[in-house]
């Protein structure tokens, strides 16, 4: 039994998040979706308790997914759910850099793998940062989330249905 754990900061979850874990399900037995803090990154737009909520909506419809949320180190995580392999989306050269980083650091913290996956073309655009900018403004981004982050996002700033 394999098990895989794909990691990201998730403010918000978006479609090209749940493509990356829709597509680790074809290739891992069990997959844990982390919410994770990245100390990188400023104040948050959803706790994470409230980031793991919508996750738990988004993704119902997928079986072999468990998502959780913490305050720790990723190495930490894989550990503790027995994960072998991290999973993370690639959208663009620009992000290799950073991830590389991150996926030599993990293996010489732990041994963990870390496995790539390109997202489609159709989300390649799509980040969290510039979600909560457009949406901040009252911007329609329901093409971009799911139902229940799109809910979150207007009760928080309001907007266009
Ligand atoms: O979606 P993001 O912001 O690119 O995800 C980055 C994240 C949350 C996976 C990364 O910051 C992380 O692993 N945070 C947990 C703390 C940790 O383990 N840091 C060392 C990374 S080498």
Do not use: C, W
Not at 60 to 69: D, F, K, Q
Request: hydrophobic share 45%.
């Amino acid at each position: 039994m394999t098990t895989a754990l794909v990691p990201g900061s998730f403010d918000p979850f978006h479609n090209g998040h749940l493509e990356v874990v829709e597509r680790a399900t074809r290739l891992f037995d069990f997959v844990i979706v982390a919410a994770l803090r990245n100390p990188q990154k400023s104040e948050p737009l959803f706790d994470l308790d409230e980031r793991q909520e919508m996750m738990n909506e988004s993704m119902a419809h997928l079986p072999t997914v468990r998502i959780v949320s913490v305050s720790t180190l990723l190495v930490e995580v894989a550990r503790d759910v027995g994960a072998s392999v991290i999973v993370k989306g690639l959208r663009a050269v620009s992000d290799f850099e950073n991830e590389l980083q991150m996926a030599q650091m993990n293996r010489q913290l732990s041994g963990v793998e870390t496995l790539f996956i390109p997202t489609s073309s159709s989300h390649s655009f799509v980040a969290s940062r510039l979600l909560r900018e457009v949406a901040r403004y009252g911007g329609d981004v329901s093409a971009f989330v799911p139902a229940a982050v799109n809910e979150r996002l207007r009760a928080k700033f309001g907007g266009v249905s």
